[in-house]
Nanobody, 122 residues
Framework: QVQPVESGGGLVQAGGSLRLSCAAS????????MGWFRQAPGKEREFVAA????????RYSDSVKGRFTISRDNAKNMVYLQMNSLKPEDTAVYYC???????????????WGQGTQVTVSS
């Protein structure tokens, strides 16, 4: 079992960058695939990026591909989301989640953080 805790959100101008961090407590961190999701007001939670347990593979939504990079450090129980070239439509609450299965569906993830707000101004 792991408990993700996100940090690093904030207010940034369009074109700027932010780096989100996710600290996951629990000894079993290395067996989980990790993902980032986001939810904008009035919208459903959507997949952003995922990384395999050994960091050997990553996947991204089409909307962030080429701008966002997911990474992890298993020695530190950390997952990161580097966000560059931010756009106003990236504004959302960003969630870190853990899954024993590789995937992009919210239902595939068992453990969720509380979220961190990212606001991109135009």
């Amino acid at each position: 079992q792991v408990q993700p805790v996100e940090s690093g959100g904030g207010l940034v101008q369009a074109g700027g960058s932010l780096r989100l961090s996710c600290a996951a407590s629990g000894r079993a961190f290395g067996i989980y695939n990790m993902g980032w999701f986001r939810q904008a007001p009035g919208k459903e939670r959507e997949f952003v990026a995922a990384i395999s347990r050994d960091a050997g593979s990553t996947r991204y939504s089409d909307s962030v591909k080429g701008r966002f990079t997911i990474s992890r450090d298993n020695a530190k129980n950390m997952v990161y989301l580097q966000m560059n070239s931010l756009k106003p439509e990236d504004t959302a609450v960003y969630y870190c989640a853990a899954s024993l299965w590789a995937g992009s569906l919210t239902t595939q993830y068992d453990y969720w953080g509380q979220g961190t707000q990212v606001t991109v101004s135009s």
